[in-house]
């Protein structure tokens, strides 16, 4: 979302503090900055004076810099994404919706006044935001001072930007505990499963509808997706019970809701949570699939079935069916004709993982297969959106299964060094591995002697010679090994 919001100014500024927290150097010369960032010198002042702005906002880091170089300290209480979060505010295009929102937005000149900018230099910076509202399906008239479209997509908007930018420390719509805690009782009480950020989630979502209801703002009408999608944890008819309750009514609507009203809150309340593969037993929903979903999950099930060479257990189905009809009744809910909107903030980061390409792979030809030709469909299955929480939900489940790497540890200083190296390369590991005998066909053979009896024994296992008190940099090559490793036997066949 940032593209929409960022010039190269914010970008550089966030690159500057990801490339410093990343290396963590106790300093930093001038010319190291200017080449990892590829700016001027002139830039690379810029770029000190702002993060001196940013530490008064936000002491939680220490900085110092001059013409020759600088360092930064961040202390345990720093947070990347929080720096991030104080410079999206700061943008012109966040400040021009949050006006709209708040309904104080009088004209483009008082606005332009209050960002302290020429009218001219305004209009350029909110081309970007004219482009996402358009994603959205939705549109903005300066004339009108409000944003045009479904009113259930201006929602879903605002919920998305404002959650984009969640911050418990200094929200955007403030929280109020007695409202808070009667949402949170009535959540645990009917939807157990759901967990606290959920219930963060879905109480931005009645804020937001409480203001909108509150300056005029009704849903009328929904789109079939939307109208007909049914909870397996609560049926409609409880749901419309407890959100109509006296407590939930008195603290955020005042009012009765219309039955459109509650409708679009029941998919709300159905579509953004999450479900994880460890929920307890699912019950039964699979009765208000349409053709179409049932497509997309067999061919899930098939694909994943032949990759894992066994048939997937009935938790595993349930976990992927109930994600996927939510997942794909969003992508289908919002958007517009070009644009599949992101299910969840995680499709704007990058995570270095070696298995990542050879799931990737696995999704392409799961999509390769995909029966569903009309355009509709294909839009959503070729977008990244859906690979994105494909590769999320596939992972859950691959990851469960995954084999783990056999090791043999041998050394001559004997048993007790041997079982401390084990313990260690054990906590290492986030993935699993078993510590076997040598002679129980390990996949790797960690040695401090040179080894014969061992390569005669196990000719396809790797050999991999140690330290007697390995570096940390040798310790990180020992897992990256057995990672590469881990990856040749799971997805060999990929290779």
């Not at 009782?185 to 950020?197: A, D, G, K, V």
């Not at 590991?429 to 390990?442: C, G, M, T």
């Amino acid at each position: 979302m940032r593209e929409y919001f960022f010039n190269y100014k914010e970008k550089e500024i966030i690159q500057f503090f990801q490339y410093c927290y990343i290396n963590k150097k106790e300093y930093y010369p001038k010319k190291s900055i200017q080449e990892a960032l590829n700016i001027s010198e002139y830039r690379y002042k810029a770029i000190g004076n702002s993060v001196e702005e940013i530490k008064l906002k936000y002491p939680t880091f220490q900085f110092q810099y001059d013409k020759h170089g600088l360092s930064i300290h961040f202390s345990k209480e720093f947070l990347l994404l929080k720096v991030y979060i104080l410079l999206f505010k700061e943008t012109v295009g966040f400040k021009f919706l949050l006006s709209i929102y708040n309904e104080n937005f009088q004209n483009l000149d008082r606005f332009a006044e209050s960002v302290h900018l020429h009218q001219q230099s305004v209009l350029p910076k909110l081309k970007p935001i004219r482009m996402l509202l358009k994603e959205y399906s939705l549109e903005y008239l300066l004339f009108k001072k409000k944003i045009s479209g479904d009113e259930y997509r201006t929602r879903h908007f605002f919920f998305t930007l404002f959650w984009h930018l969640h911050d418990e420390e200094d929200p955007i719509i403030p929280e109020y505990p007695e409202s808070f805690q009667a949402l949170a009782t009535m959540i645990h009480e009917c939807l157990p499963m759901h967990s606290h950020e959920d219930i963060r989630k879905l109480y931005l979502f009645m804020k937001i509808t409480q203001h909108r209801l509150k300056n005029g703002y009704m849903i009328t009408e929904l789109p079939e997706v939307i109208a007909k999608v049914r909870n397996p944890l609560i049926s409609y008819e409880v749901f419309k019970q407890q959100i109509q309750g006296k407590e939930i009514t008195n603290l955020f609507f005042k009012k009765n809701l219309n039955e459109v009203e509650i409708n679009y809150l029941y998919y709300v309340f159905t579509v953004v949570p999450t479900y994880t593969c460890f929920e307890e037993k699912l019950p039964p929903f699979r009765d208000f699939y349409n053709k179409e979903y049932n497509k997309i999950e067999q061919t899930i099930f098939h694909q994943l079935s032949q990759h894992m060479k066994r048939k997937l257990t009935t938790q595993e189905e349930d976990f992927l069916s109930v994600n996927i009809i939510y997942r794909t009744t969003y992508f289908l809910s919002y958007g517009s004709d070009e644009f599949v909107p992101p299910y969840s903030d995680l499709e704007y980061f990058d995570f270095n993982d070696p298995t990542r390409n050879h799931y990737h792979k696995i999704i392409d030809e799961i999509i390769a297969q995909m029966p569903l030709k009309e355009e509709k469909w294909q839009r959503i299955i070729t977008s990244q959106s859906f690979r994105s929480s494909l590769f999320q939900l596939l992972s859950c489940v691959l990851e469960i299964h995954h084999e783990p790497v056999k090791v043999a540890i041998l050394s001559k200083f004997g048993k007790i060094h041997k079982t401390e190296l084990s313990s260690y390369l054990i906590k290492l590991n986030p993935r699993p591995i078993e510590i076997v005998a040598y002679d129980q066909s390990p996949d790797i053979i960690f040695c401090d002697f040179p080894l014969k009896e061992g390569r005669i024994l196990n000719p396809q296992a790797e050999i991999f010679f140690i330290s007697v008190k390995p570096t940390p940099s040798q310790w990180l090559e020992i897992v990256n090994f057995i990672d590469a490793v881990r990856t040749k036997k799971q997805f060999g066949y990929l290779l």
